[in-house]
């Protein structure tokens, strides 16, 4: 709708904000312990400023550049997050968004929403699977995403057990009783809109994660998905390299903060790597992936893919992320401020705030491509790098 429309990311935030019960909200900021992490992936993009021209600017600007071997329209792929609940078409909603605006889309393992449906909605869609269960349970998963038409793998590494936040934790219940309702009635009472949205539906939020399901069996609940990849024993390198082969197709390795992992990701036969600290939901005191991305890209050069995860907020800050050695950025809480102040077009809104961005900065650099962009188009502060595992 012509009136829901807003004009930047932090203005979907606001929205989002008023119009989710507090709880929901909560959940998406997220962040773990003092939220360290969390405020320097988005403030270390302030610290970089440009070197923009004069005349002879490029009338015609392609923004278009490709992901794991899927042709996007903008630098910019759907981070896949769990348990989109804000919505309820959840990620179904997101991946018609992407599609419609011509991106990839990565969907959890814990997702609200089957791989099968979102599939049929974006046909670039990444699936992205946690290290969690046996390695029969973890093929089952690969399968079935193969089967439903995934067109990529995502593994996720970057998630370690947060010990609280400083500023409290939403409280998220392991399934929707009677009792749930009741000490959630105050706050979905207080948000008429979100709650007309869910009573339109017949159906209460859903917080089972049908993606987590055995064949034949019940949909997990999400704590119960996340109670086993907490009991599961963390990967090895050649835990890693089975996976890849397990799929066989186009894979990235997300959450990589250090040049000789990222080393160690292009011997085990990775297509591509997420710069990625779980948008401040990992170790905190991570430092922003912003600052860790240059030493990272210059390690690899052409060997994979590099993408950065975190603190996006609007298209200059993908120019400066492709500046220093992105092929492109994914977006967590960005699009999910947009899906819930305005389900799948508050989604396209988001994409089409940063699209603007992007093809704004590209004028003012005087690039014509995204492709084209490098060093020399950003200023960085001589003690912003911070390059890990040299």
Sequence with gaps: MAGEWFESVADAQRRAKKRLPRSVYNALVAGSEKGLTLHDNIAAFDELGFAPHTAGLSNERDLSTSVLGQPISLPVVISPTGVQAVHPE???AVAR?????GTAMGLSSFASKPVEEVVAANPQTFFQIYWAGTREQIAGRVERARAAGA??????LDWSFSMGRDWGS????????????????????????????????GRIPNLTVPN???????EPSFFGA?????????????????????????????????????????????????????GGNNLDGTPATI?????????????????????VRRGSDVIKALALGARAVMIGRAYLWGLGANGQAGVENVLDVLRSGIDSALLGLGRGS????????VLMPADFERAVGV
Excluded: C
């Design 90 to 92: 959840g990620e179904v």
């Design 226 to 278: 996340y109670g086993q990849w907490l009991q599961t024993p963390s990967p090895s390198w050649d835990d890693v390299r089975w996976l890849r082969e397990q799929w066989g197709g186009p894979f990235m390795l997300k959450g990589v903060t250090r040049v000789d992992d990222a080393k160690l990701a292009i011997d085990v036969g990775v297509t591509a790597i997420s710069v990625s600290n779980h």
């Design 151 to 156: 067109v990529g793998l995502i593994a996720t």
């Design 212 to 218: 987590m399901a055995e064949p034949g069996g019940t």
């Design 170 to 201: 939403p409280h998220i219940p392991d399934n929707i009783s009677l009792r749930e309702m009741l000490r959630f009635a105050p706050e979905a009472l207080t948000h008429p809109r979100w709650l007309v949205m869910f009573t339109k539906t």
């Design 370 to 377: 995204v492709t084209e962009l490098d060093r020399t188009d």
């Design 291 to 311: 600052r860790l991305l240059p030493a990272i890209a210059e390690a690899v050069g052409d060997q994979i893919e590099v993408l950065l995860d975190g603190g």
């Design 97 to 101: 968004a992407a599609a419609a605006r």
